[in-house]
Nanobody
């Protein structure tokens, strides 16, 4: 059974950093685009960043210059390095990926809270 498992969320003070990880497991033979979305209470889920199998990236304007997405294809893992965090970055962060026959998968989500 294919699944995405996130880790690395938590509570951090404004200006701090966190690194999220998302590992794809199960019977995987192809991984295409991987990404991160987030959803704050009462808000719609929004794209944060994505990275293609070739390493091309794109970011939401609100995180450009602060967040960096990367991937380790040997480990079937995508990362999100988040620096200079702000209270408005508080949300549940979800990993997503197109795997195998370009079937889209979501992780279970990890909470990120930015507060003093």
């Amino acid at each position: 059974q294919v699944q995405l498992v996130e880790s690395g969320g938590g509570l951090v003070q404004p200006g701090g950093s966190l690194r999220l990880s998302c590992a794809a497991s199960g019977r995987i033979f192809s991984i295409y685009t991987m990404g991160w979305h987030r959803q704050a209470p009462g808000e719609q889920r929004e794209l944060v960043a994505r990275i293609t199998s070739g390493g091309e990236t794109n970011y939401a304007d609100s995180v450009k210059g602060r967040f960096t997405i990367s991937r380790d294809n040997a480990k079937n893992t995508v990362y999100l390095q988040m620096n200079s965090l702000k209270p408005e970055d508080t949300a549940v962060y979800y990993c997503d990926a197109d795997l195998n026959f370009r079937v889209h998968y979501w992780g279970q989500g990890t909470q990120v809270t930015v507060s003093s």
